[in-house]
């Protein structure tokens, strides 16, 4: 009788599923509807790894909620802190097309919303459809404060693919026992490395694994001969991960919520900001199987959480106490794992980028050795030589203002930034292999907020180097307000007489992962009026410094340009 009981309820459950995902996907809904949610940023004691803890949320959820919407939608979303911390919304991957205002980074285009304050964000998806996702952008809050945003094609437009059975949700993250906000500012003043995460999550669960975690398990019930869409999210601070089913292949459909030419893959590749939809068939023997996120280990001095986080693709009719199989992933530091799915992504369609180009940067990318000026160096300079980490785009280590940048631009406020961001770096040298220890450059990176201006509708082209100076590792870089075309990718230096670029099918990203000791190169044309953040992805590198800032004038015309602040903007 129970087990009767079981299978109707799971039954009830996934019509319900169904019924709720084709809802949105082909309601009734001409895809220009308003979508209100309502955000209580709030605490919440959880317990886990045996030990309990206060952590911010959004409404007590950890993962948070999700925001469902349609291509073309209005999404209003007020925000109401509960807590005594700062804080902004970033809604990761939407364009903020002429609603830059809403974008979250705190001092970039906001300030933080502060203790007992509350700010309503509005803005519509314009021409966007896909998997997204939101996250806190002060500090270190983005560790819990994170969910998924979907937004569905219009009403009767269908996938290129076959319609799946279900579509399910899988974000991945990280866990730790310290309070976030107590661990960057000691990582901060110890002038080092951070301490490693203390665990891996999938959906907020840990796994069997990790100790007092035998019931924290996230768990996919499946229906032989299924297929279903998983929408991979990677919220993590500071770790890239790999992602596998055992003795299933993944096809990857959707890259940073634009679609892909379909591309099969044992294993995928998230750093944090990406997603990826991926398209799974239950077309195994029934029976239990372990779904992984494991460290992608690029740093090469960098150390890592050893254990990973499991969840369970779990075949209906397996037995309840069935031994999971494990999920075969590739060596920690596979580089050639992570370029091959990185070659197989390719736009749905034929782009034709443009091959004129108006302005074009050459960006180095990569961490920093400081020269020590503490009291106490044995307390503040832990780096290196006993110096202090950096990290930086162009030797330009971004300092965050006191003021939001997008406020003293639009009311030309002067002092709190300078529009002098170099389009090269002050020199040039064996970016890869010519550091540290054969090279008399110079570590020390120069502190500064420098903003790089650009004219609306021009044509812009990112060469972004990896460098070596004090450590190769791949660099999710994401860009706020665009999407772009990655045109290239390669390793060693960047070599304009031999790199080879797609400007046919290149993928149309929002955050690309710059390779190990290699480059990548982007096109997008600056057609969005605004102050727009760009910086790598890992948050202590971000806390380092490694970002920048793009101006993009106003263009002619109400519809190229720069609306008033709303009205409830936070003050300082």
């Known amino acids: ?308 986080a499991i969840a369970y693709f779990n075949y209906i009719g397996a037995a309840p106490d069935s031994q999971y199989l494990p999920a075969k992933l590739p060596e920690p530091d596979d580089k050639l794992a992570v370029k091959t799915v990185m070659d197989g992504l390719r736009s749905l369609n034929q782009v034709n980028v443009f091959k004129e180009i108006d302005m074009s940067l050459f960006i180095t990318i990569g961490l920093n050795v400081q020269k020590c000026h503490s009291k106490t160096p044995k307390q503040n300079c832990q780096a290196t030589n006993n110096g202090v980490l950096a990290a930086s785009m162009n030797n330009i280590s971004f300092v965050h203002p006191n003021i939001s940048i997008l406020e003293a631009y639009y009311k030309k406020i002067k002092g709190s930034y300078t529009e002098d961001f170099p389009d090269v770096p002050p020199k040039f040298y064996d970016f890869v292999y010519g550091a540290p220890n054969n090279m008399t450059y110079d570590t020390q990176s120069l502190n500064g907020t420098r903003t790089k201006v650009l004219e609306y509708g021009s044509r812009v082209q990112i060469i972004m180097q990896n460098t070596g100076t004090v450590n190769t590792e791949n660099h999710p870089i994401h860009f706020h307000g665009y999407s772009f075309y990655v045109v290239g990718y390669g390793t060693g230096n960047y070599n304009p007489l031999t790199a080879q670029f797609n400007l046919v099918d290149p993928p149309y990203m929002n955050t690309i992962g710059v390779p190990v000791g290699g480059w990548a190169v982007i096109r997008f044309v600056a057609d969005n009026p605004g102050v727009w953040f760009m910086h790598c992805h890992i948050e202590i590198h971000q806390s380092w410094g490694l970002g920048m800032v793009f101006i993009v004038k106003n263009g002619k015309g109400k519809l190229e340009s720069l609306p008033h602040p709303p009205s409830d903007l936070p003050r300082c």
């Open 1 to 308: 009788m129970a087990n009767l009981v079981t299978s109707f309820m799971l039954w009830l459950s996934m019509v319900f599923t169904m019924y709720n995902v084709k809802l949105m996907a082909y309601g009734s809904s001409s895809g220009e509807s308003t979508r209100f949610y309502d955000f209580k940023v709030q605490t919440k004691t959880i317990t886990k790894l045996c030990s309990s803890k206060d952590i911010v949320t959004i409404n007590g959820m950890f993962p948070g909620p999700v925001v469902y919407a349609q291509e073309d939608d209005r999404i209003i979303v007020k925000v109401t802190n509960k807590t005594p911390f700062n804080v902004t919304i970033h809604w990761h991957g939407v364009r903020q097309k002429l609603s830059c205002w809403y974008d979250g980074p705190s001092f970039i285009t906001q300030c933080p919303i502060q203790a007992g304050q509350s700010f309503t964000y509005n803005f519509t998806v314009v021409k966007q459809k896909g998997t997204f996702f939101w996250h806190a952008h002060v500090s270190w809050l983005r560790g819990t404060v994170y969910g998924a945003m979907i937004v569905y094609p219009k009403t009767m437009v269908p996938y290129p693919f076959k319609v799946p059975y279900q579509e399910h949700i899988i974000i991945l993250g990280e866990y730790w026992l310290q309070d976030l906000q107590h661990i960057e500012k000691a990582t901060i003043a110890s002038g080092g490395a951070p301490p490693t995460a203390d665990a891996y999550t999938i959906n907020g669960h840990l796994g069997p694994n990790y100790n007092c975690s035998t019931n924290d398990i996230y768990q996919l019930d499946v229906i032989p001969g299924k297929t279903y869409l998983l929408r991979l999210i990677n919220a993590g601070l500071n770790t890239e991960n790999f992602f596998a089913i055992a003795n299933h292949t993944l096809t990857i459909v959707e890259a940073d919520a634009e679609y892909t030419k379909p591309f099969t893959t044992d294993t995928v590749m998230l750093g944090p900001g990406q997603t990826l939809n991926v398209l799974i068939s239950a077309d195994q023997p029934v029976g239990k199987y372990s779904m992984v996120a494991a460290p992608y280990k690029s740093g090469r001095f960098i150390q890592y959480q050893n254990i990973s």
